[in-house]
T-cell receptor
Framework: EDKVVQSPLSLVVHEGDTVTLNCSYEVTNFRSLLWYKQEKKAPTFLFMLTSSGIEKKSGRLSSILDKKELFSILNITATQTGDSAVYLCAVENNNDMRFGAGTRLTVKP | SAVISQKPSRDICQRGTSLTIQCQVDSQVTMMFWYRQQPGQSLTLIATANQGSEATYESGFVIDKFPISRPNLTFSTLTVSNMSPEDSSIYLC????????????FGPGTRLTVL
């Protein structure tokens, strides 16, 4: 059965720390892996990854996909309190889209 | 966590027709939402499904196009009416559980292609 597992489920850090969020998956007919940031209502899109080994970067956030080992990581450097949110990983295949349970990140001043 | 099922999982439809998507949850939920994920775009909230009353629609979405029902706490339907190819998308149901109000859980989605 297709599944997406995120770890850790929650994480508390202090401003300035670097964090790494993990997403592993078992999905048939993989098409893409997406990362989202959810604060209040609709999740905000961060990255879409389709190829292994190519890092996507946006400011202090970066992400990379390993299609051989079936996982992705999301890195956030120099964290700020505004980074506090639930980070969702989703994997899309030919049929549907599976979300992980999310990692709740809390950044303390 | 919760088991969320959506039916159908995928469909291909002709323009001008309508499709109703069902979402069933195995746990008590406080809130249910409908989203769509169009190719190359961000996940977009369509509406909040309210039990026993009209759904609350986000800007750009109207009841005539996306009628929603939620007859009880664990079931909701979204209808995509008078479809056009621009409605081709993955439609996702999402819930917040009574037992865990700080997390939103997503269903597997319904992949809709409109010809």
């Amino acid at each position: 059965e297709d599944k997406v597992v995120q770890s850790p489920l929650s994480l508390v850090v202090h401003e300035g720390d670097t964090v790494t969020l993990n997403c592993s998956y078992e999905v048939t007919n993989f098409r893409s892996l997406l990362w989202y940031k959810q604060e209040k209502k609709a999740p905000t899109f961060l990255f879409m990854l389709t190829s292994s080994g190519i890092e996507k970067k946006s400011g202090r956030l970066s992400s990379i996909l390993d299609k051989k080992e079936l996982f992705s990581i999301l890195n956030i450097t120099a964290t700020q309190t505004g980074d506090s949110a639930v980070y969702l990983c989703a994997v899309e295949n030919n049929n549907d889209m599976r979300f992980g349970a999310g990692t709740r990140l809390t950044v303390k001043p | 966590s919760a088991v969320i099922s959506q039916k159908p999982s995928r469909d291909i439809c002709q323009r001008g027709t309508s499709l109703t998507i069902q979402c069933q949850v195995d746990s008590q939920v406080t809130m249910m939402f409908w989203y769509r994920q169009q190719p190359g775009q961000s996940l977009t909230l369509i509406a909040t499904a309210n039990q026993g009353s009209e759904a609350t629609y986000e800007s750009g979405f109207v009841i005539d196009k996306f009628p929603i029902s939620r007859p009880n706490l664990t079931f909701s339907t979204l209808t995509v009416s008078n479809m056009s190819p621009e409605d081709s998308s993955i439609y996702l149901c999402s819930v917040v559980l009574v037992s865990r109000t700080d997390t939103q859980y997503f269903g597997p989605g319904t992949r809709l292609t409109v010809l």
